[in-house]
């Protein structure tokens, strides 16, 4: 069965789990250099030009899998080697190009970029050519092509641009790590660092010297990843490699509505606190909003300590789609209750690195949040909760006006509303992913289906009401 | 006195919740929030006997329907 999307996907997930399994095994230092010779051992290259660069670039990725670049401070990092320098051009004319008279290219640029040579063929003045695109929707012979790099088109936030050897590179003080780049990059030149050996050790060492509980908090996205086993197996799962227990991200989700409406009603004016690259796109962005971002923990953050309050020699695992999640660990006022990050992505490759078959495991049971609290995954969910915390809280003179940001771009053009007084809303739930969480860079898959199965797991939930479900946190 | 309810999954699904919504109408009505501590936590390792609840450092196993008794025995004849 089919477990990624893609198999750039898969390349680093046989990394991560071959360097998990070492870890397991104590083996990771003295097997270090031999782990791309494992992964490609044979003398045909299979993404390459040669079995030496495929390994070079192996070794990269071991580095990243074991924690990347200790100087840079940016969980997204990219793979100079890996990078294959793609064109850059913008919009060009291909040979496609028939020499047509019809020359709608012509008449619909509006700023006389497109002119034709003796043989009626097209051509961009790159000194006019504003990128609109224009001329390549209206081309019969689609002989207008945009030349632009993957992980550029993928950064709608502009982070990423080239250096002079062609090589892409992160403008950390820009990039929000939200991933896409990483999920967007056909030859996985950029991957967000794996934190999945301190999880290893953790779990290892658990019942030595020091005793502790390491605790899973997991995303309610998780919903719609593992699709070929059941929920309660992958539960199960995170038993089986040591996991003390598995609680939901959500019911901090429930925890974050109820708090975070009582904000907006105080403050007037919010934006949600939730999306960590959403966060951060506004302290980096636009930095005259910071005042109005929510100042509660997001869901992960609160849920982590009521656990580390309730159980002082807990240690607190989130696992979730998010790569700028690993960047929200390592700020302060949340590196005390988080001590690692993994995402979808990693959780299956550390369940291999142990050769633990979901599909063979009883279904164990994953119940502490609210119908509410577990749409948070989905774009609008966070909207709805907080419209049921107003509710469930009897305020009813005030009047939520939320507008909802499906995506980066979204965010950005209500950000830019916001900040000239344009905006005709209180409340701003950002989701840096399209689709919300569901639509996260460590996913597994990203399928249609899966707002349909977040919100069915949703309405599963024992606890409908959001005050049932915080009742017991008193 | 220190009486920790697990409200992991498991027990969630058996009525932790009633247990602790009961445990805390119990307390107040008997005027006992200065000498009881109600606290929660997330899973003791005894699914099977869940709603599980401890009181220092004794195990007991409750539903909902047993929460009255075992205030009674456990925690108002003690404190």
């Known amino acids: 069965m089919r477990k990624f999307d893609t198999k750039v996907q898969h390349l680093k997930y046989k990394v991560l789990s071959e360097v998990a399994r070492q870890a397991w095994n104590d083996t990771l230092y003295d097997n270090l250099l031999d782990i791309p010779k494992i992964l490609v051992p044979g003398k045909t290259p299979t993404m390459r030009c040669c079995v030496y ?55 619909v640029c509006r700023f ?7 043989n009626h063929v097209a051509h961009i003045d790159k000194s006019k050519c504003k990128e609109c695109g ?3 929707k209206v081309c019969p012979y689609t002989a207008i092509v945009s030349r632009k790099r993957p992980c550029q088109n993928a950064c709608k936030i502009k982070a990423i641009s080239m250096n002079e050897s062609k090589e892409a590179i992160i403008d950390n003080d820009t990039c929000i790590s939200c991933g896409a780049c990483v999920y967007q990059c056909p030859f996985g030149a950029i ?38 086993a059941k929920l309660g197996q992958v539960i199960s799962g995170l038993k089986a490699l040591g996991f003390h227990t598995v609680v939901e991200a959500a019911l901090g989700a429930d925890m974050v509505a109820m708090a975070e409406s009582k904000e907006l009603t105080e403050k007037g004016f919010l934006t949600s606190s939730c999306c960590p690259a959403f966060v951060d796109y506004i302290n980096k962005s636009f930095p005259a909003l910071k005042e109005h971002i929510s100042h509660n923990l997001s869901p992960m953050a609160t849920i982590a300590k009521y656990i580390k309050e309730t159980d002082n020699a807990a240690k ?9 999640k690993k960047a929200e660990a390592q700020k302060p006022e949340v590196k005390k209750y988080i001590d690692a990050v993994m995402t979808f992505e990693e959780l299956q490759a550390l369940f291999d690195s142990r050769d633990i078959e979901i599909t063979n495991l009883e279904e164990d049971v994953l119940d502490n949040a609210s119908y509410f609290g577990r749409i948070f995954a989905r774009s609008g969910g966070l909207t709805d909760a907080v419209a049921e915390a107003l509710k469930e809280q009897g305020i009813e003179d005030f009047e939520l006006k ?3 940001c499906d995506g980066i771009e979204a965010c950005r053009v209500a950000l830019l509303k916001k900040s000239k007084n344009m905006l005709d809303a209180n409340f701003i739930e950002g989701m840096a992913c399209v689709g919300g969480c569901i639509g996260g860079a460590g996913c597994l898959t990203h399928g249609e289906k899966n707002k349909a199965e977040v919100d069915k797991y949703g309405n599963e939930a024992f606890e409908k009401s959001i005050a049932d479900a915080i009742s017991i946190l008193k | 006195m220190k009486v920790t309810v697990c409200i992991g999954s498991s027990c969630h699904l058996k009525g932790s919740r009633r247990v602790v919504e009961q445990l805390q109408y119990l307390i107040a009505e008997n005027d006992l929030k200065e000498k009881v501590q109600l606290g929660g936590t997330f899973c003791m390792g005894k699914c099977q006997q869940g709603v599980c609840v401890t009181v220092d450092d004794n195990f007991f196993s409750l539903t909902p329907d047993t929460v009255d008794e075992f205030f009674n025995k456990e925690i108002l004849a003690k404190v």
Not at chain 1, 112 to 118: E, M, Q, R, V
Not at chain 1, 194 to 221: C, F, G, T
């Open chain 1, 53 to 107: 660069k495929e390994r070079a670039i192996l070794s990269e990725r071991v580095k990243i899998a074991m924690g990347g670049d200790k100087e840079n401070p940016n969980v997204i990092e990219v793979i100079p080697i890996a990078c294959d320098e793609c064109p850059v051009g913008g919009f060009e004319v291909t040979n496609a190009c028939r020499g047509c008279l019809a020359h709608r290219c012509e008449d």
């Open chain 1, 112 to 118: 006389g970029a497109i002119s034709f040579d003796n």
């Open chain 1, 134 to 136: 224009a001329c390549a």
């Open chain 1, 191 to 228: 991957m967000d660092k794996s934190y999945i050996i301190n999880v290893v050790d953790m779990l290892k060492n658990r019942n030595r010297d020091e005793k502790y509980n390491v605790y899973a908090v997991v995303a309610p996205s998780i919903s719609s990843q593992f699709t070929y």
């Open chain 1, 316 to 324: 607190v695992v989130f696992i979730g789609p998010c790569t700028a």
């Open chain 1, 402 to 404: 939320a507008c909802t």
